[in-house]
């Protein structure tokens, strides 16, 4: 509700001293003016700003149990503090929530992550603009990475390169997955990049509290036929996703259309593909896969898309003899069609260095 605002002092860590960092946002149903916000004496340099349109404000906390008794207090001063008062439960620290429970007696505190999840789900165009931006930028990443180095570079190495990239694009680097020739473990360690082997490159990079995640492919010389061939089946996949895509589509039809697509692929059995949604965070709404990591109800499997979600596409082939090969794309729902974000450097892009 605060539009990805995320405190940069706490950006990276929540903890401080023995407690923790837990902003409040109130919103009082159908009364957007009693909205209220709570959070630590720093952010007054926000307000300063300009960067809250609420105007109930409580900046003076530092520790968890003072954030939820401020917040309580808002909810007494507008007259909230009885009824049902929804919380994300999964966030909230338990000593916290005592705060609330002996400070709202007559409230009752219910789990309302899911419905905020739902809400969340549909973009609006400036949080569309912004994931658009993020995915774009994680790819040049990317793309600079694969000029830049070459065989003989070990994976620690590509990490701190694709990192220093993404944050030179004004990104927050998030994470990583690496993977270089028949090498499956993803971590970043010393295994190096030896001539003749595939490197994929699976990031997420975070622009102004949204996400950019997408995997690209790069090999250290002239790809040969077959590599030619195991992508392009990988790109075949992707694309069979994003087939009828758009709002109105039940999700269960992405998995229909990608199943055909497995069936005409050599690789077929060697290959695996998955979908979920994208935005602050990842493995947001819409929820697709039931057997998805981490596990959550396929909530939307059965259901019609709708304009403004955005999701992640991702195929990946485990082939013993020429490596790991993977595409990953993230995609938007309109009302006419989808939009991939950061849909260039798709096939594969040469090593440099």
Known sequence: MLGGYRFFFYDYMDAHGL??????FIYV???????GYVGAPMERYEKQLGSFWVTNLNLKNCVSTGYADAAAEILKNVGAA????????????????????????EVELADATYTLELLRALKTPAELKLLKDASEKVVDSMLAVFSKYGPGTSKLTLFDALRQE??????????ALTNVGTAFNRAPYDKTWEE?????LDSGGNYRGYIGDVCRMAYTGKPDQELVDLLGQVELVQQAARKNLRAGTIGLEIFENVNAALAKCSAGNKMFFSAHGMGIVS????????????????????????DGMVISIETELHHTERGFI???????????????????GRGWNSAGG
Do not use: N
């Open 19 to 24: 407690s923790r960092y837990l902003p409040f």
């Open 29 to 35: 149903k159908g009364r957007p003016l009693d909205s």
């Open 82 to 105: 009885k009824g049902r008062v929804g919380i994300e439960a999964g966030f909230l620290p338990v000593d916290a929530f005592r705060v609330l429970e002996e400070q709202l007696p």
């Open 166 to 175: 993404e944050t030179a694009r004004g990104l927050k680097f998030e994470y």
């Open 196 to 200: 003749g082997e595939t490197l994929a």
């Open 283 to 306: 493995h947001e709404a819409p929820w697709l896969m039931s057997d998805a990591f981490p596990r959550y109800t396929a909530h939307h499997r059965e259901k019609p898309l709708e």
């Open 326 to 344: 993977k595409l990953e794309d993230t995609v938007a729902i309109t009302a006419t069609g989808c939009e991939g974000f950061g849909d260039h």
